[in-house]
């Protein structure tokens, strides 16, 4: 289970190594993607609090990438933090994530991204519940639920 204080390490030291990593040019990008999808997952963007149709969505299932479908996030760690954005509190698999630094807003944050397409998901923050503590708030546009079938 990651901790905060893992999270720190990864921003400062490295990220995990992805399985795979994919590289498309901007337009392939844009061709692929609606325009919010682009703007925020590319552009690093935010949609609106509470505007998402993930955010108040609990269906049993997986939350992948919207750009390259990489499983991120699954169901059961999803949880109502009343922040505005789907929460997690920890991604699928340990390296499935990748964590940088982001000093905008005038605040320090740490930034979450696909770690095999670097698309920009949303940011972590260590208020989330326990045991693990973390709060990944992340975009409803920079997921796709693959719901789970019977």
Known sequence: MLT???IINFSVNGNPKPDKHIEKTEAEWKEQLTPEQYR???QKGTERPHSGELCTSYEAGQYNCICCDTPLFDSTIKYE???GWPSF???IKENAIKYEKDSSLGMTR?????NTCDAHLGHVFPDGPEPSGLRYCVNS???NLEKETA
């Not at 740490?110 to 696909?114: A, K």
């Open 40 to 42: 925020i997952t590319r």
């Open 141 to 143: 546009e920079s997921l």
């Open 81 to 83: 933090s009343s922040s």
């Open 110 to 114: 740490v930034e979450v991204m696909c």
């Open 4 to 6: 905060w204080k893992d």
């Open 89 to 91: 509190t920890q991604p």
